[in-house]
């Protein structure tokens, strides 16, 4: 069962995430990452680590987000791999905790 990156990341991406992956399934977009279900080994070491309590396994996704885990392994087809931490985005502390943010997610 993959773990899935939810909605609070859009416009968050702090990325602490990334960096204990072993198997480097995180990818990512302008301003959300996803994790490749295909590369994901269950690990749980990532869901501790994001600030936004964004990832989860996949039979654990809050009620109204199931479409997340459609859009994970979609984008990780699409988005290069990402191994290492990066600045958040500037105003990710604003963003934390919003809802009905899918709109804002860049491809
Ligand atoms: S730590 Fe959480 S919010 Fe940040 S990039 Fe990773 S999944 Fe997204
Ligand atoms: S559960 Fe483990 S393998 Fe899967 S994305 Fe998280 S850190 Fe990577």
């Not at 993959?2 to 602490?16: A, G, H, L, S």
């Not at 977009?29 to 996949?58: H, Q, S, W």
């Amino acid at each position: 069962m993959p773990f899935v990156v939810t909605e609070n990341c859009i416009r968050c991406k702090y990325t602490d995430c990334v960096e204990v992956c072993p198997v480097d399934c995180f990818h990512e977009g302008p301003n959300f990452l996803v994790i490749d279900p295909d590369e994901c080994i269950d690990c749980t070491l990532c869901e501790p680590e994001c600030p936004a309590k964004a990832i989860y396994p996949e039979d654990d996704v809050p009620a109204g987000q199931e479409n997340y885990i459609a859009l994970n392994a979609e984008l990780a087809k699409a988005w290069p791999v990402i191994t290492t931490r990066s600045e958040p985005l500037p105003d990710a502390a604003e963003w934390d905790g919003k809802t009905g943010k899918l709109d804002q997610l860049q491809r």
